[in-house]
């Protein structure tokens, strides 16, 4: 770690390899909201963010596994759940007020074809305006997620990709029907449902206690007599210099 009196400590989520400040000053610049999409092993996140002086503000969101709800068997990790997360952040953002946005990749390494670019063409597909080039984006086959049913059916069993589906083999090979009628349902949800309201987890309420009543203070019949300071006793004087007075000296 480098030392030294002119030596400034990075700020936190740099130092955590969170935050990459330079990037964001550039997309900050552009006075757009923010297309945030960021991934994790099993699934993928896309929000629309604005930024403020007091912080970042999440305008609408929506996370992959929300499409269990609208009929999605499928795993929500890979590329046509992620299109299809971001469709319906763009129909959220749509549905907001948000017309426009600036992609937001993170830290993220920008693979062409990737579940990033996959969102991205989601939500732009639901009628949010985001700059790119469309060369980065995955075609209409991969989308669907023909390329899973491909090579499930080259490999089959023999490959770690496909041990642990068990009795849910065949959704495998339903995935592009399955992904054309969740888009058709996310399509034909209302407007006001769009709106995701945060769920308030319940709150247990502990058992009310049987109210005691308090014993009334018994007043004094009598008021007690008033303590009387005492007078402090005067000090005895000692002469000073003279010292203590002795007997005569008969020499």
Same mark, same amino acid.
């Not at 499409?67 to 499928?74: D, N, P, V």
């Not at 496909?162 to 969740?182: C, E, M, S, Y």
């Given at each position: 770690? /480098? ?5 400034? *400590? ?8 969170? !935050? ?28 629309? %963010?604005?930024?403020? *002086? ?10 992959? !596994?929300e ?8 795993g929500?990790?890979?590329? =046509?759940?992620?299109? &299809?997360?971001?469709?319906? /952040?763009?129909? #959220? ?13 993170? &830290?993220?390494? =920008? ?12 939500a732009?597909?639901a009628g ?5 080039? =469309? ?27 496909? *041990? ?7 959704? %495998? ?11 058709? /349902? ?12 945060k ?10 206690? =049987? ?14 007599? #008033?303590? *009387? ?20 000296? !008969?020499?």
């Open positions: 770690m /480098a030392q030294g009196p002119t030596y400034r *400590v990075k700020y936190r989520r740099r130092r955590e390899g969170k !935050t990459n400040y330079y990037r964001r000053r550039k997309l900050l610049l552009s006075r757009l909201p923010r297309l945030v999409i960021r991934k994790t092993n099993t699934n993928t996140i896309v929000q629309v %963010v604005n930024a403020s *002086v007091v912080g970042d503000s999440t305008v609408v969101s929506a996370i992959s !596994t499409l269990k709800s609208h009929g999605w068997i499928a929500t990790g890979n590329i =046509p759940a992620a299109y &299809l997360t971001g469709y319906l /952040a763009g129909l #959220r953002a749509k549905n907001s007020g948000v017309k426009q946005a600036v992609l937001d990749v993170g &830290l993220n390494p =920008p693979v062409k074809g990737s579940r990033l670019y996959a969102a991205l063409k989601g732009v597909d949010l305006e985001v700059p790119h080039n =469309p060369e980065v984006l995955p075609d209409d086959a991969r989308l669907s997620g023909e390329h899973i049913v491909a090579a499930y059916d080259h490999f089959g069993d023999k490959s770690n990709m496909f *041990v642990d589906l068990g009795t849910k083999k065949t959704n %495998v090979t339903t995935i592009p029907k399955k992904f054309d009628a969740v888009k058709k /349902a996310l399509d034909e949800i209302p407007a006001a449902q769009l709106k995701k309201k769920a308030k987890a319940p709150t247990k309420k502990a058992p009310a206690k =049987p109210k005691e009543k308090k014993a009334k203070k018994e007043k004094p019949l009598a008021k007690p007599p #008033r303590a *009387v300071p005492r007078k402090p006793k005067p000090k005895k004087l000692i002469a000073r210099g003279k010292g203590r007075k002795g007997k005569k000296s !008969t020499t």
